[in-house]
């Protein structure tokens, strides 16, 4: 059976039009290089090289040998050097799927971070809601997903929570009054609120907090991000929810005011979604690692 060896160095033999040359370049040495060419002639039946003093040619079974293993050689080539790339980080595509508020709370700044450090390495963000980040991960569409929690994910995938975060109610200058003392929950009925539409774990967390103080959750408005529930509050259209962190620029100019409340807010997280069944090239690893160690 002829080996991939025979075929490498005949590409070499036949580059350099010399077997001394070959065996420089393969670090092998002439006797060997030649034995194996005679071998693969052997095995194909026919001459390959006419041999001389001034080196060596391809007879015409040779250079049409040459042609198909060259292009072979060389696109080997390329996967190796492709893959070697990869592996030094030198190269490479990450595939994430991201909720809004895990991009702009969290993930913004570790990629910052990351592309700094591996400038090479593309990044392909998809912004999801965290039930269509789960489903581009199970449909092996992204290499893992940074989503906001509740998070409800099937076997194999795999949670880890990265980092948590607070949401806090948030109301414009028409409601700057109810920022003077804390506030049950039913005393804000009769106010209207903000927030994502049904089928999101944002609306259906808060759903669940009303219930669980024996109140309906029915917002007057609901916006399609969580993007736009602060220029919404802002311009007087209601109050909601929204991360606290994200919401400090607009507190200090006071463009809107904090609305505190005797019953906790819903504590939440960030949380990374595997598949450990699915392979992860370098460069996804690496960057994996990065949003643990800060865990």
């Known amino acids: 059976m002829i080996t991939y060896d025979y075929y490498r160095i005949f590409y070499f033999v036949a580059q ?29 039946g026919c001459k390959l090289f006419i041999r001389s003093h001034q080196g060596v040619t391809l007879t015409a079974e040779g250079e049409k040998v040459y042609e198909r293993v060259a292009v072979a050689y060389e696109q080997l080539r390329t996967v190796e050097e492709e893959l070697t790339l990869e592996r030094s980080l030198e190269s490479g595509l990450i595939t994430i799927g991201a909720s809004e508020t895990a991009l702009r709370l969290m993930l913004l700044s570790r990629l910052e971070h990351f592309h700094t450090r591996y400038p090479h390495v593309r990044l392909r963000i998809s912004n999801h809601s965290t039930p269509q980040a789960i489903q581009a991960l199970e449909n092996g569409l992204v290499d893992f997903a940074v989503v906001t929690s509740p998070v409800e994910i099937r076997k194999p995938l795999h949670k880890i929570p990265i980092f948590p975060f607070q949401e806090i109610l948030i109301g414009g200058s028409k409601y700057a009054s109810l920022s003077a003392e804390p506030h049950h929950l039913g005393e804000l009925s009769e106010y209207p609120f903000i927030s994502l539409a049904k089928d999101t774990g944002t609306r259906e967390l808060y759903a669940e907090y009303f219930l669980n103080h024996n109140l309906a959750f029915h917002p007057d408005m609901e916006a399609a991000t969580t993007d736009q529930i602060l220029p919404m509050v802002e311009y007087n259209l209601g109050i909601g929810f929204y991360p606290e962190e994200l919401a400090r620029d607009a507190l200090k100019s006071r463009t809107v005011c904090r609305i505190p409340l005797i019953e906790e807010a819903p504590k939440r997280e960030i949380c990374l979604i595997i598949n450990p069944r699915q392979h992860q090239n370098a460069a996804a690893k690496e960057l994996i690692e990065e949003l643990l160690e800060r865990v």
């Open 16 to 44: 350099y039009h010399s077997f001394t040359k070959a065996a420089e370049i393969l670090k092998n040495n002439q006797p060997n290089i030649t034995r194996c060419m005679n071998n693969l002639e052997s095995e194909l």
